[in-house]
């Protein structure tokens, strides 16, 4: 998949200059551009009763960042009153940094209701910086990244309206700039080019299901 790119605090500078999360970073490109629209065919096909592309997307980044020996659910604390999922990311990979000790990149695939952006927008940034909570992060200090969908694929992959799509998630960052400490980059998923989803109404269940249409 292409995608677009929102640089804020600097994350993508940062990433460039230290070799170690640049690795990270690669490794993260390298699972999105992976997903090519035959795949996403695929995998739409396989799970059946679906509206959007948004479980494909999931399952497949699953698939490559976990190869790739990421960890999915990573709790953003250390400690049992913070186990649940609320208190989870998608992703997260530590690397020993030489000059800083601990350090590593979290990550949040948001394909969910807009009014979630805030939170889930906070997460990756609680994962990857000092608190005042008194518990370990997963990374200690690092990068966030948030990928969701863009506009464009929002309307061709069959995407519910309220889903807070990757233009929208950019006018979050200047009002909450002085909470969103850490450096994030945020990714913004474009439509497939050979493709779109198309809802139909299956009139004996009154259910609404997405078809594959080439263009």
Same mark, same amino acid.
Request: aromatic share 8%; with cysteine.
């Given at each position: 998949?292409? #995608?677009?790119?929102? !640089?804020?605090?600097f994350?993508l500078?940062?990433?460039?200059?230290?070799?170690e999360?640049?690795?990270?970073?690669?490794?993260?490109?390298?699972?999105?551009?992976? *997903?090519?629209?035959?795949?996403?065919?695929?995998?739409?096909?396989a799970?059946? =009763? &679906?509206?959007?592309l948004?479980?494909?997307?999931?399952?497949?980044?699953?698939?490559?960042?976990?190869?790739?020996?990421?960890?999915?659910?990573s709790?953003?604390?250390?400690?049992? =009153? #913070?186990?649940?999922?609320?208190?989870r990311?998608d992703f997260?990979?530590?690397?020993?940094?030489?000059?800083?000790?601990?350090?590593?990149?979290?990550?949040?695939?948001? /394909?969910?209701?807009?009014?979630?952006?805030?939170?889930?927008?906070?997460?990756?940034?609680?994962?990857?910086?000092? !608190?005042?909570?008194?518990?370990?992060?997963?990374?200690?200090?690092?990068? =966030?990244?948030?990928?969701?969908?863009?506009?464009?694929l929002?309307?061709?992959?069959?995407?519910? =309206?309220?889903?807070?799509? #990757?233009?929208?998630?950019?006018? #979050?960052?200047d009002?909450? /700039?002085?909470?969103?400490?850490?450096?994030?980059? *945020?990714?913004?998923?474009?439509?497939?080019?050979? /493709?779109?989803?198309?809802?139909? &109404?299956?009139?004996?269940?009154g259910? !609404?299901?997405?078809?594959?249409v080439?263009?």
């Amino acid at each position: 998949m292409e #995608y677009l790119l929102h !640089n804020h605090r600097f994350a993508l500078d940062i990433v460039q200059s230290n070799p170690e999360l640049g690795e990270l970073w690669k490794e993260i490109d390298l699972a999105i551009s992976s *997903i090519s629209d035959e795949r996403l065919i695929s995998e739409f096909a396989a799970s059946s =009763g &679906k509206m959007s592309l948004s479980d494909a997307i999931n399952s497949l980044l699953d698939k490559e960042l976990v190869s790739r020996h990421w960890l999915p659910q990573s709790a953003i604390f250390q400690g049992d =009153g #913070y186990n649940d999922k609320k208190w989870r990311l998608d992703f997260s990979k530590r690397v020993k940094n030489p000059k800083d000790g601990l350090s590593g990149i979290a990550v949040e695939v948001a /394909f969910n209701h807009g009014e979630a952006i805030a939170w889930n927008l906070m997460k990756p940034v609680l994962a990857a910086e000092i !608190n005042q909570v008194e518990l370990e992060t997963e990374i200690g200090s690092g990068v =966030g990244v948030y990928i969701c969908a863009a506009d464009e694929l929002k309307k061709a992959g069959g995407f519910d =309206g309220a889903v807070g799509e #990757y233009e929208k998630v950019l006018r #979050y960052l200047d009002p909450m /700039f002085q909470k969103l400490t850490v450096p994030l980059i *945020i990714v913004g998923l474009r439509a497939p080019k050979t /493709f779109k989803i198309r809802k139909e &109404k299956n009139w004996v269940t009154g259910r !609404n299901s997405g078809h594959v249409v080439r263009i």
